[in-house]
Every structure is written in C-alpha cells, then in structure tokens.
C-alpha cells in the first residue's frame, strides 16, 4: 500500500487517510456487519437498511456462481428454496404477469420505457430493477415511484423475520444474499400490493439469476449484448448470450434487438431448442414511418433501440391481456431477417407515445444545468455503453449555447468497479480531450456510518483508493501515448474553442465523491453546499491551480460516468430531495 502510494505520489493529488484512520474505518464496517439483526418489527426504514446490509457479507454468493456457472440448475434450487421458506411458491409468481428483461446494455432503460407505456394505459405497475442510485427502496417501484420508506419496512421485516426462523444451519448460505432477499421482497411487494403486472430486470445474466426462478411469464425480452461480467457469464458475446437466453421459457414469447451475427445465432438456436417463438424488433424509423416521430424522455440515440424493445413488450403483454388499441399493423405479412421472425411493424398509440414521451430514468443520460456547472450524467460501465455515452455526451456539447465570453473547462469523473477493464473504457473517453480528469471511489463520504443506503462491506477504503490510483495511471499512460487522433476518429471541434491539437490532462484523485465535487464546483452549484473542506484539500499545485481556472470559467461541463454507484453518490449530494 504505502510503496504503491510513494511511487504514485509526484503525478496524483490523493487526500491522504492515515493507517489509523483508514484501520478504525474499516474495523467499523465489520463491527457494522456483525450487528445483530433487529429483532423487533416497526422499526425505522434505516434499521431495516441496515439489518439487509448484514447479507452483503454473505455474498461469497459471487463465488458461488462462478463456481456453478455450468450448473444454473443449483443456482435455481436455491431460490426455490428461499421462496418456499419465504411463504411462497413458485406459481405464485404466475399472477404477477411478470415481463422480464436481461441484456448486457440498455436493459434498465428498455424496462423503464416499458412500464412507463403500460402505466400510460391506467394499469398499476410493479417494477424491480438494480441497482439502487441513492436509496434501496428505488430497486421496487409502484407505479413508478420507489416504495415509500413505511412501505419497505412494513414488508422487510415479516420477511426477514421468516426466513431468519426457517434458516437451516447446516446450509451454506443460511439466509439469502443481498440481491437474492429484495428479489424475494419484490415478489412479495407486488402480490400484497396487487399490482396488473410487473416488470422484472434480471440482476447479472440470465439462466442462473435468482429472478429466472420466474417460471411463467407474459413476455421476455433481452436488449443489447457484449462483454460483462466475464468471470460469471463468460469471455465471448456468445457464451453471454446464451446466458442471457437462459431466460427463455417454452412457448412464451421473446423479443430482441438487432445483434451481431453471432450472439444472435446464439439467442435463435436457444429459442429454438425449446420451442420458445423468438422475434427480432424492427427499427424505431419503422414504426414512425408514415406519423409523427416518436419523442424519448431518455437522450442518446442508443435509447431509441430500448425503445423498440420496450413497444413491442408492451404490445404483446396487451394483445396477451385482449386488449383494444394497442397500434394498427402496418404489414400483415410475417417477414424474416437474419433467418428470425420480424416482430410486428406497427402504428405506435396515443398511450405508447406518451409513456416513450414521460419515461424517466435517473443517472441514465442525465442532465442537471446548474448555474455555470452543467453535469452529464451516465452510469455506462461497459465498452459498447460507453461508447454510447460518449456519442451523446459530444453530441450534447455539440448542441449547447456556448458562452459569449469567458472560458469553458470540461472535467471527467469517473470510478470502474468489479472485474471490467478501466483502462479499456478509458481510452474511449480520451478523444473527449478533458481539461481534467478527476477519480474517487463509490463514497459519498469517507465514513459512510449513518448512511446506510450507501454502505458496501465488500469492499475496505484501502482497496478502493488503490483502484482509484491504478484508474488515474491508466490515464496518464493514455495521455502519454495519445500523439494525436486515431485514424478515423472525429476531431476535437466539437469542444471548440479547445485547440485541435491533443493535450495534457492533469488528474487528480479524491478519496471519495463529497471532496471531488467540493473541488470540481467551487461553490458555484447553487444546489450543493457541502460543509468547509478539510484543511490541506486544495493543497497540491494541481488541485490549487485548478481551483482558480474553475472559479473564474464561464461554464464547466462535468461528465460523470464508469459506474452507476459513482453516478448515485453524485445524485445523492447534488439531488437532496432524492434521498427524503
């Protein structure tokens, strides 16, 4: 650690945690994790947060699946299990009408269109995705709007109280991990409630999710696919996607978008293996072909093929439910492309035009304008997602008013967890041409006692500052080597009045998200008003030069991006409302 730290120390700027403090820290969070569960139901919304942070340090559930990645069966039996002690069984979960969605990119945003189209037809709508920006309450939805606080607690504790009295000692995991308990907890939200349907994202993959322990559902649908937790689901696309088609089922339809030939031989040979009638969606200019075009509540091109996927869920599940109006055919014929079935070319309705219209989605090609800040705001953490993001970031620059006077800085934040490759999803982001590059980890504050939708006990303040460290080294080493524009790649004009020709980034390394956006903004957010900064903040020559360029600048453009979590501690602080 403090080799690593000396030998990185002339080109960062890190706001030192002493062996003292970072020990006493990190001996909090396991003291945290080994509380005893609450044992008395009523209690406050963060009492019960807590008490569902105490399964995090059951997630050896991680290793589990890798170690049983052949086997999704196992992983399956398991649910069974935890659902049966949990009061329920598995066709229960018929009555839900349940549409589930997996994909490696796009499979939030496709599942926000939508349940947003059906809410639009008056139905009441349950949606469970993950993970959670700022609350964990987000991950369950009725009719849009996260669970009120009295609502999880009202569910979270009859559950927890269940399964902790039916626990077998002699299991590996004897209550359910993390993911595996708010699955179960949705399930049971969205049958107390009553809702008409629900919309269910899959976590990680597909055939050995916990939420493939669906065995009935109205409708599949799987967004677009590439490289993603490879050490779960695989090294190629098409090991991926035949995870993502394991959650496929006999005789109910499926619908995905345009893939590359060989995930999607893939999807078809699966489908075809158990008579599951799959359907490719034609694109989003087929279906406004001949009206008026179709208006997104999400920005960036790439959402208009989540788009497609969601009206042609949200058209199956009425047809399946006898449902008048759902959009005139426009070709009657069946067609085929990439030897699949064409899913219907159809006329969008009044209803599915405004749920597209109406669709929100937080921390997904965001934007907050704030006095002189404008922060962009996109959880892409994959290579083909941050390509998409860095398409409508400079297309969002491209469109903006610049200033008549004054100058204009650009400043990346970013963080990459898990076992994606950073210095790949970097490189994507140099032609951007930041004036500074700026890392911290997944913390809205050094401590996070007190705050415990945010706590993570996977991880210690150690290991993640020295991921930040390793991020800003790739940066600097693609700073170092980027001796102009790669061949083919567009010029830097659309961040003009920048000079065209490549340049220097300083970095700097925060040690966690509070400090870097009480560095970026300088007190010119009119929302964020953090407390006074600790002494020495600013010290480093970098970090003090800095301040004064982003003081005196006209506007100050912040892509914030890497990683979901980054992008929720970011809307936690610069949002308060969000976390009432």
């Known amino acids: 650690m403090s080799q690593a730290r000396r030998h990185l120390r002339p080109a960062l700027f890190l706001v030192a945690v002493s062996a003292r403090v970072a020990t006493t820290g990190v001996a909090a969070r396991r003291g945290l994790s080994a509380w005893p569960a609450p044992q008395e139901p009523g209690m406050e919304y963060q009492d019960a947060v807590r008490a569902l942070n105490t399964l995090q340090t059951n997630a050896g559930y991680l290793e589990q699946v890798k170690r049983q990645r052949g086997d999704p069966q196992a992983q399956l039996e398991a649910m069974k299990l935890y659902l049966a002690r949990s009061g329920l069984q598995v066709e229960d979960l018929d009555q839900l009408n349940i549409i589930h969605v997996t994909g490696t990119k796009g499979k939030g945003s496709t599942c926000a269109f939508t349940e947003r189209i059906l809410r639009s037809y008056g139905l009441k709508t349950g949606f469970f995705s993950s993970p959670h920006l700022v609350q964990v309450r987000e991950r369950i939805r009725i009719n849009g709007q996260p669970i009120s606080p009295e609502l999880f607690t009202k569910h979270f504790w009859p559950l927890y109280h269940r399964l902790e009295e039916t626990k077998d000692s002699s299991s590996y995991v004897s209550m359910p991990a993390y993911f595996r308990f708010l699955t179960l907890m949705a399930f049971h939200v ?15 993959g597909g055939a050995y999710d916990c939420t493939n322990i669906i065995r009935k559902p109205a409708v599949c649908g799987i967004s677009s696919l590439g490289i993603d937790h490879t050490s779960i689901l695989g090294d190629t696309v098409e090991e991926i996607a035949w995870q993502k088609g394991g959650i496929f089922k006999r005789g109910v339809p499926a619908f995905t978008v345009l893939q590359p030939d060989g995930p999607l031989a893939v999807l078809r040979d699966r489908a075809q293996q158990i008579s599951c009638p799959l359907y490719l969606c034609p694109p989003l200019e087929a279906l406004e072909e001949g009206g008026p075009p179709l208006t997104l509540g999400l920005e960036g091109e790439h959402q208009r093929s989540n788009a497609a996927l969601a009206l042609q869920l949200a058209r199956c599940w009425l047809q399946q439910k006898h449902y008048r109006g759902i959009g005139e055919l426009k070709v009657s014929r069946p067609s085929l492309l990439r030897q699949m079935p064409l899913a219907p070319v159809f006329q969008p309705t009044t209803h599915m035009r405004h749920g597209l219209r109406d669709t929100e989605w937080l921390g997904r090609t965001q934007v907050l304008r704030r006095g002189p800040l404008t922060w962009y705001l996109d959880g892409a953490h994959t290579a083909s997602s941050m390509q998409a993001c ?5 297309q969002a620059l491209h469109r903006r008013q610049r200033p008549s006077r004054g100058s204009e800085v650009f400043v990346l934040l970013f963080n990459s967890t898990g076992d994606r490759d950073p210095a790949a999803l970097l490189k994507l982001l140099q032609p951007c041409q930041f004036d500074y590059a700026v890392f911290c980890p997944n913390l809205t504050e050094v401590s996070t006692v007190g705050n415990a939708d945010q706590q993570n006990f996977m991880v210690t303040l150690d290991q993640v500052l020295l991921r930040c460290l390793a991020h800003q080294q ?3 080493r693609l700073d170092e080597e980027q001796a102009g524009p790669e061949p083919g790649e567009p010029t830097s004009s659309l961040l003009a009045p920048h000079p065209p020709e490549p340049r220097s980034t300083s970095s700097l390394v925060f040690s966690c998200i509070s400090h870097a956006l009480l560095w970026i903004s300088q007190g010119r957010d009119p929302v964020f008003h953090p407390p006074s900064p600790p002494q020495g903040l600013f ?9 004064g360029v982003l003081r005196e600048a006209a506007a100050i453009h ?4 890497g990683s979901l979590h980054l992008v929720g501690g970011v809307l936690k602080l610069l949002e308060p409302a969000l976390s009432q």
């Not at 969205?190 to 990680?204: N, P, R, T």
């Not at 860095?390 to 400079?394: E, I, L, P």
């Not at 480093?540 to 301040?547: C, E, K, L, Y």
């Not at 912040?558 to 991006?561: F, W």
């Open 474 to 476: 790739h940066w600097s």
């Open 390 to 394: 860095v398409r409508w970031f400079r």
């Open 539 to 547: 010290a480093h020559p970098v970090a003090g030069s800095g301040a």
């Open 190 to 204: 969205f049958l107390q409630e009553k809702v008409d349907l629900a919309v269910v994202e899959v976590g990680i």
């Open 558 to 561: 912040v892509l914030v991006t």
